[in-house]
């Protein structure tokens, strides 16, 4: 049984309530009839449970069992921390 999980990588642009993260996640779709690439971005709630993320720090998350209605993806590590200014 392969245990391997998707990870995503976004920057936090909430971090509000406890133990949860909101992560903004960019991707590039090309579009069907002008061939551009579009920036789309998506949501994403995740656990946080040693409440480490920082708004605007740039984090990787896994997917996990879900540990509310709303979150079914967790942390996993921090890429780039923002600096306190």
Known sequence: MSTSRREQTGKVISAKNKQTIVVLVDRKEKHPL??????KSTKIHAHDAAEVCAVGDTVTIRESRPHSKMKSWEFAKIVNKVTAQ
């Open 34 to 39: 002008l061939g551009k690439y579009i920036t």
